[in-house]
């Protein structure tokens, strides 16, 4: 079945604002086996939303809505589906008296206004709200055609909240589909060379298998295969051997799955060997670190580090040699290895890690161009480092720099414990 | 003018990917007196393509289509632009001799694959790509309703590249429409707050005339106010007086405009006065460093820091007192405190700027629960703390405290200036 996901708020068409609600929804229905069609961002007009939902309900059987049906006069979802329905809107007494007592357990007046999120159209149920105050609205139509349409408040961790609360109930009255998916989260490789590697599989795929391969500067790329068929068995079925093929082909690549992070995927590596790690961040200005520390409990094998911008903290701080600077200069396999173990030292850690670049505009040279980076790793065995030739584009520079000493840290811990030297 | 936008890609529907090109091009177009009503999302799919532009130039004038472009089977959205005008795809001479010089020059082969970037459907211009590969596609429509189709690649950097370039050649049969706006980037106040503040305003609006409010947790809440009249001029008349207003309701919290970083702000305002900056970030992890260390040339102000992520190392590296840890804990206004007076002696910077905290999902006590958060700042004149009570979302947190802090810094550098403490 189709399925479309419509997202309300000015704030998403003009803000920096990311719509992560509509990814977020767009995974979930994925995997319960309905295609995505499309997604669609309208902003706080009602017209707007009444046309959005109207073509999207023509053209799919699943749709999702979220944003406006908070209290305030740019919330304007609610009027949208009564008019698109045909709808009248009345108070639901239940409804009133829940968001009125939730209300004042927070010490908050129930207003007039907030109490519009008691208006319910005729003909719609409403979804409660497990963590706030505006509550879900669907409509199951059970005809011919069976279809769906389900609007959750745009608040990203109250929208969740109320799909997972209430999703198998509003989707029980439509046909089955069965569906299999499995993602492969790859490192320290492209887009292009895993299509390359993969280009047999992919000349091989059929209507009801796909691969679809979703990079990210931060994250690498994910290879994402799928099935779908009558059952969830049947779609298991066709999904296992196109997933085998595919680890076949890649796997030494393959950092995680679905929901994995480079930077959890280490920590847990890391509080399995018993090892500790610390970090030296020149060109990327403490990335790694906010990385890192973004897995809750880390600080068990993080101790934190140094950013040194500037070579009196990298001799002051991490014991940088004098000669070696000027010899070889800041960016240089050299001073990576230094620093590394410098910082290892000074955090009294197993493992250092650091990063020292060129991540420009400007700063570059002929030998040395913007992008140049060099990654050090030391442990209790030895001192690594590693160069890359990355972009022009300082951001994007500092992302994909962090990916890969991050994945050189994986690859590390991969072969300490194949050896069986994390003793 | 209404306008729209449509953005194609698996990997937008489905991935982590932000959809960063449709907001980019979205504020390119309400600058330009374009009212934007809806962006859509379609995957790597010629049909949906098709009725997607379909459906937007049906609705609006201005239509422009990012991704589909490049050379490899995904991508789509020549063929489906042709299907939608019926027009035969031809390889234009002109095109295909600059795609083969790029190709030699980079040192690449000029594949067959690649070839098909040099495929042009009737009726359209092609539009030169300044820094890639995959050109634009342009069809102006000159009849009664004038009309513009624009086709970008999706790679973010060689969309705006085009898109600036062309821009105001692909327009230029369009009837112009005045419009005008301003953005105040405020931080350190809830939107909330600030449409409190903006009530009478907002009160007094009118048709012509619109006040957005964009949060962001990063970069904090935009307000954006915008005019609409037959010129440029009449546009600028209208705005005048509601940006008055608006400055000297909420002027105290505005940091910038448009395009301003609170990073980039606090970087001039440290240049101005000749000043340097260290960080001590415990909970924060680097972030607040990742920050500083995005504007380009920051290293002349910027010295780095250490991220302290345990009492060890707060004490070894910042010199923080076992007693004050002991008693009043590591996260508290004193340590706060001392770590800021700490990293800068070590870094021996002007100001020194520390945060703690606990930033959860656990850690927390009813004394301190999850989202408590010390900010510490030291310059040469005195060292403050500031008590911030966040969130229970462990990245929010971290944004949240890392925008605070710079916001810190921003006020206490204004007050150096105000009273002449810079010499």
Redesign the interface.
């Known amino acids: 079945m189709q399925a479309q996901i419509v997202t309300v708020g000015?704030?998403l068409?003009?803000?920096?604002?990311?719509?992560s609600n509509?990814?977020w929804l767009?995974?979930r229905l994925?995997d319960r086996g309905f295609e995505?069609?499309?997604?669609?961002?309208?902003?706080d007009?009602t017209d707007?939303i009444v046309?959005?939902i109207q073509?999207a309900l023509e053209?799919s059987s699943v749709l999702i809505v979220t944003g406006g049906l908070g209290p305030?006069h740019d919330d304007r979802t609610r009027d949208a589906i009564a008019d698109v329905f045909m709808a009248e809107l009345h108070v639901d007494p239940e409804l009133e008296a829940s968001l009125a007592a939730m209300y004042e357990r927070r010490g908050r007046r129930f207003t007039d206004e907030r109490r519009t999120m008691a208006l319910v159209p005729d003909g719609f149920e409403w979804l409660s709200n497990p963590i706030g105050s505006a509550p879900g609205l669907l409509k199951k139509v059970r005809q011919t055609h069976p279809k769906c349409l389900l609007a959750l408040p745009g608040v990203p961790?109250e929208m969740r909240a109320i799909f997972e609360a209430h999703v198998e109930y509003a989707f029980d009255h439509l046909p089955q589909t069965g569906s299999a998916y499995r993602t492969f989260r790859t490192a320290g490789i492209t887009e292009n060379r895993l299509?390359e590697m993969l280009s047999s599989v992919i000349d091989a795929l059929t209507d009801t298998v796909d691969v679809?391969?979703?990079?990210?500067p931060r994250?690498g790329v994910?290879v994402?295969v799928s099935s779908r068929a009558e059952t969830d068995a049947g779609a298991r079925a066709l999904l296992e051997d196109l997933a085998i093929a595919v680890e076949s082909a890649i796997g030494e690549y393959v950092y995680g799955g679905e929901d994995d992070r480079l930077e959890a995927v280490i920590g847990s590596m890391l509080t399995e060997r018993g090892l500790t790690l610390s970090?030296a961040?020149s060109?990327?200005?403490?990335?790694?670190?906010?990385?890192?520390?973004?897995v809750?409990?880390?600080?068990e094998y993080?101790?934190?580090?140094?950013?040194?911008?500037?070579n009196?903290?990298k001799m002051d701080?991490l014991g940088v040699d004098r000669d070696t600077l000027r010899k070889h200069g800041a960016v240089s396999g050299e001073v990576a290895e230094q620093m590394a173990a410098g910082c290892r030292d000074?955090?009294?850690t197993d493992m250092g890690l650091s990063v020292t670049g060129i991540?420009?505009?400007?700063g570059g040279t002929p030998e040395k161009p913007v992008g140049t980076v060099w990654i050090g790793l030391a442990d209790v065995e030895k001192v690594v480092a590693l160069k890359l030739q990355l972009t022009e584009?300082?951001?994007l520079n500092?992302e994909l720099a962090g990916m890969q000493a991050l994945n050189l840290v994986r690859k590390r811990l991969k072969k300490l414990e194949l050896t069986g030297q994390n003793s």
């Open positions: 000015n704030e068409l003009l803000g920096r604002t990311i719509d509509a990814a767009a995974q994925d995505v069609v499309r997604k669609t961002t309208v902003g007009r707007l046309h959005a073509q053209e305030t961790y299509q679809a391969f979703l990079p990210d994250d994910a994402r970090m961040e060109c990327t200005g403490g990335l790694i670190g906010d990385r890192l520390t973004d809750p409990g880390s600080s993080f101790k934190g580090g140094v950013v040194t911008y500037g009196l903290s701080l000074l955090l009294k991540a420009g505009p400007t584009n300082r951001r500092k």
